[in-house]
């Protein structure tokens, strides 16, 4: 029991993490989409 409870918390954990990354991508792409092409750098590197 506690082998299975502790696979599916790291499963969670890399899930929430491939969320999390692909979450900051869509955002990055919404705000480079907001912006001109010339300013895009600038805008991207304010991203946290």
Known sequence: ???ALFTANNVWMLVATALAFI???GFASLEA???QRKTQSISSSKIP
């Open 33 to 35: 989409g907001f912006v």
């Open 1 to 3: 029991m506690n082998e």
């Open 23 to 25: 979450m900051h991508l």
